[in-house]
C-alpha cells in the first residue's frame, strides 16, 4: 500500500518530513522483496580440490609365502634373501606403523620345519633392527601336508579420485565458481606418485635421538670440565691487529 505525503495529519514541518521518509522507506523495501526462502549462507561449498576430490587412504595385508619341506631344518639361502627384500619394502612403504606377523602352520605335515623356519625369520628380522614389539607370530590350522609360512604387514595405499566429470558447460557457468573437475587432476597424480601414503594420514614418528655427544658433555660438567668442543690452533679463529 502506497502512502501520499500530502494525505498526512498536519503537524509540524520537521515531524511531517520525518513521517515522509518513513512511507517512502516501507514502500521502497516492500517493492524489493522476493519469496525466496531457500537457506541464506554465503559461500556454501566446498571449494577446495582435497574436499570435492580427496584422496583414499587405507591398509591392505601384504602377504608372503615360504614353501617348507619336511625334511628342511631352516630356510634355503634364496628364501633368506626373499625375507630380506620383503622386510626392506615393508620398512619402505609402512615406515614402522604396523607390526610384521608370522604364521606358522600348526597339524601339519611340516609343522617341526616351519617351526624352525619361523625362529630363523625371527632372528633375520632383529638383526635387520626391528623391535620385538614389531614382530608377532601367530599360527593357523593346516589341512595337512607341507603348508606355507606366511609373513604378512600393512601396507597404506592411496586410491586416487576418479577425473572427468563435467555436468555443466563452462561458457555458461556465471557464479564465477570453481567447476567441479577443478584440481581433480593434481590429486590424482599426487596418489599415483606419493612414495609412502601413509604420510598423507599423519607425519612419521621420530626416531631415537643421537645420544654421544650429550653423554660426552654431560660426563665434562659433572667433572667440573668446560663443556665446548676442543679446537686446534688452526681450528681457532684468528683476528688480525
Known sequence: MKTD?????????PARLVLACVAVLATSLGGCRNDFTGPQVAGWSMVGATERHP???SQQPQTMQIHVPASTRGLSPRQRADVL?????????DAGNSRLVIQAPGGGANEVAAMHAVGEIRQILGDM?????????????????????????????????TCGYWPTNLAEQRDNGNYP???CANQHNLA??????????GPRTESDRPGERRDV????????KPTAA???EDEKTKIAK
Open 5 to 13: 505525503p500530502a494525505s498526512l495529519p498536519a503537524t509540524h514541518g
Open 230 to 232: 676442543e679446537k686446534t
Open 217 to 224: 658433555v654431560w660426563d665434562r660438567y659433572v667433572k667440573g
Open 85 to 93: 627384500e620383503f622386510a626392506d619394502r615393508s620398512r619402505a612403504s
Open 55 to 57: 584422496i583414499i587412504v
Open 192 to 201: 599415483v606418485m606419493v612414495a609412502n601414503p601413509a604420510d598423507l594420514v
Open 181 to 183: 573437475n577443478f584440481g
Open 129 to 161: 633392527g626391528f623391535p620385538e614389539s614389531s614382530i608377532a607370530v601367530e599360527a593357523y590350522h593346516a589341512d595337512g601336508g607341507n603348508s606355507p609360512v606366511r609373513v604378512s604387514y600393512l601396507r597404506y595405499v592411496a586410491e586416487a579420485p
